[in-house]
């Protein structure tokens, strides 16, 4: 074989598609998504195409005209740095995308198009906040937590926020999917009356006791999720 022919296999491995017309390159721990549109959901880490780099992947870069973060894509892997190319045309942000990445302690910003996101998206990462482009007409924020616009729903709260005891905003009616997921450090909470319902695993793997759940009288709770 050429000299040089097993470096040049490794870095012509390093780069490839991730979707109709979404492009990756890897290159010094920089994951960089290119192209256009959205990228592929996937089933789980193993199956996403940069699963035998994931331990080199420090840094991820989205480019402006990604529309769709698949499903897991991230999960997994040591970023410690994330971000959005300016003028982002990003609408969505799959389940699992930052799924335990521990080493992520960053706050991000959601783009004004941003339209869907979840609490499952963020699942046990260690963002420490995020942030919204004003102009966003879906999502808000308040001290790094996560909202729908008018607030009437926490989306998510990243566990550097839920230390000790939460109070939640008094227009909430809402307490999303994943909310509080893995917030380990969250003792008590208070669910105001006019909350009508709790999401799948919003304060799974939490702190919180019998004592420190209260729910105020004449309470409007009608679902509790699993």
């Not at 290119?34 to 990228?39: I, T």
């Not at 699963?51 to 698949?70: D, E």
């Not at 910003?109 to 963020?122: E, I, K, Q, Y």
């Amino acid at each position: 074989q050429p000299p040089g022919f097993l470096s040049l296999m490794t870095a012509s491995a390093a780069s490839g598609t991730c979707g109709t017309s979404a492009t990756w390159s890897l290159e010094s721990g920089v994951l960089t998504i290119s192209g256009s549109g959205a990228m592929a959901d996937y089933e789980n880490l193993q199956k996403t195409p940069w699963y035998n780099n994931r331990n080199s992947i420090t840094s991820v870069v989205v480019g402006k005209n990604i529309t769709h973060i698949g499903d897991n894509a991230f999960s997994l892997t040591n970023l410690s740095s994330f971000t959005f190319e300016e003028g982002s045309q990003l609408q969505s942000i799959g389940d699992g995308v930052f799924n335990n990445c521990t080493k992520l302690s960053a706050t991000i910003t959601l783009p004004s198009t941003v339209s869907s996101v979840s609490g499952g998206s963020f699942m046990n990462c260690s963002i420490t906040g995020v942030q919204v482009d004003a102009a966003n007409p879906y999502y808000s924020s308040s001290d790094g937590v996560l909202y729908n616009k008018n607030q009437t729903e926490i989306v998510w709260c990243p566990k550097s926020k839920a230390k000790g005891t939460f109070a939640l905003p008094d227009t909430v009616t809402r307490i999303g999917d994943y909310g509080f997921y893995y917030a380990a450090n969250l003792t008590g909470i208070t669910i105001p009356a006019k909350v009508t319902s709790i999401g799948n695993y919003a304060f799974y793997n939490t702190s919180l006791t019998q004592a420190g759940f209260k729910i105020e009288e004449n309470s409007k709770l009608e679902s509790v999720g699993d």
